[in-house]
């Protein structure tokens, strides 16, 4: 009898055991493939910059400025910038722009198995959980960032692992002060934390207070300010802002902010193909019950609302849906698993079950990583023409070979920015519309003419109307007869025009952008203090003439002793 049991038990645990074996294998597969996403996006943004110049003067002992000597808060991830700027004090060799990457893919792989773990708990199984997984693998948004220069996978993962541990509390009655204390961090890695915490504590006051009272809330409130508040005393007095300059700079409040914010909302919605996979998450949320769900269905409701309050982002690939990707795609893959659960698979033969279910899994996740890869594996599907460089993106290879303007926007303000750095004289003043790879290749002071940077530009009245239209969020702001005032060394004209050709002041006056360049071309003072030079960079390629203004020199008369004059 006991050798009969045994036979029994034995297969059961040989099945189980590589059961086990299989979803980890596939696990680790939606891993690597994730790494391989990030790395042929390969994507590069400009604002990261920004970052690495702070992170580079702290990293210095010469303190948390863009400007050596100028204290303007003009990033909104303290955090990110701190942890760069310990690994390059630590490593004073390391390239800043490649640790970014490295940190952010290790962030979204974080992100990856903490759905993975949290779907197969509230799901009880392994489907809906590799789903999720793979979902957060195909996702554009967060591939592109990931390898961007920015917070985003960071600030993504503290607010779901957050969000994660207060569920785990809910469910156990652990890990409380854990939630407490990522929120702190993920509100130390960007301002709009604030919002997960205030929600989470919330919900924990409705949820939680006739079983126990305020004691939790209080408890989890404590965890959170007990590192925030420091933290937010800390910089308000460095900086001397409540709000980060960055805030100031965003245009105030209207109808064409609120409609801009909801056109963004609306274009992730058909972009990334929402509207295929909707249904099934409405029928689970309108059939459940779970308290999970709806806070996490709730706090993606508030930070849409966040996202149309500020207007959007004007940085590509829907960055701010990022940032709670997570929340949507450990839904969907749940909801979509119940659904077929639920309506297909009792009502039709396993052949038609395997084939519907693996033609809606290869869809929805060619609908979420299309935004990348079309333009890689399809350039000719998507290839657009960019007016100001005279260039079509994706390139064809003949022309050029970049796949994404931002990538080529941070080439060719290096390239600017190493002559600068080799021509100018020490401590030179250069004023340009972008504030990022410009700034960060050389030592020079620069005025950032779109404010990110700059108190005064941030909070300048008026918009480039032009720009407003466009719909790029951060991008109307300018003063030019401030910028004028400052009498820079160097204004880099045209988006900093290092093109293939030597621009004379015609051509030039067709390529300024935005509000600052433009105010400043209709001042007469300006061309008369300034002249257009034209430089060589290289014999070939995109990156051939560097073509900006510079001050004209002061001419003093001499006047000879005695002659009267």
Known sequence: MADIQERQVLPSDMVAGRTRSLVSGTLLLILAASVFHIAIVDYSADDGFISFRYAEHLARGQGLVYNIGERVEGYTNFLWVALLAAVRWAIPSVDLPQAARVAGTAATLLIIVLAFRFAKTVARGSAAALLAAAFLAAHSSLAAWSAGG??????????????SSYVSYRRTGRHLAVSGILFALAAMTRPDGVIFFVATLFALIVSGYRRDGLRPAVRFAAMFLVIFVPYFIGRSLYFGDLFPNTAYAKVALGFAQLSRGARYV???????????????????????????LWYFAGLIALYFAYIVYVGGDGLAF?????????????????????????????????????SVAGFAIVLVLALTARTT???????ERVRWFEPQSQL????????????WF???????????????QQHAPPGSLVAATPAGAIAYYMDHPVIDMLGLTDKHIARAQGVYQEGWV???AGHEKGDGAYVLSRAPDYILMGNVAVVPEPLDEQAMRN??????????????????????????????????????FRKKPVVVSEVRAGDGR
């Open 150 to 163: 920015l917070e985003t996978s960071l600030f993504t993962l503290l607010v779901f692992a957050g969000a």
């Open 266 to 292: 609306w274009n992730y919605v058909v972009e990334y193909g929402v509207l295929a996979w909707i249904l099934p998450v409405l029928l689970y949320l309108w059939r459940s019950r779970e308290e999970w």
């Open 318 to 354: 829907h960055r701010f849906i990022a940032h709670i990707a997570p929340f949507i795609y450990t839904i969907a893959a749940i909801a979509l698993v119940d659904f077929q659960r639920r309506y297909i698979a009792t009502r039709t033969p396993a052949w038609i079950r395997t």
């Open 373 to 379: 890869m079309v333009p890689i594996f399809a350039p």
């Open 392 to 403: 079509s993106f994706p390139g064809n290879g003949h022309d050029h070979s970049y796949v």
């Open 406 to 420: 931002d990538n080529y926007f941070v080439d060719r303000l290096a390239a600017a920015s190493r002559y600068l």
């Open 470 to 472: 466009g719909g790029r």
């Open 511 to 548: 390529k300024l952008v935005l509000k600052s360049e433009h105010e400043r071309w209709d001042i007469p003072e300006f061309h008369r203090r300034y002249e257009l030079v034209s430089v060589r960079l290289s014999n070939e390629g995109l990156f051939q003439y560097f073509t900006f």
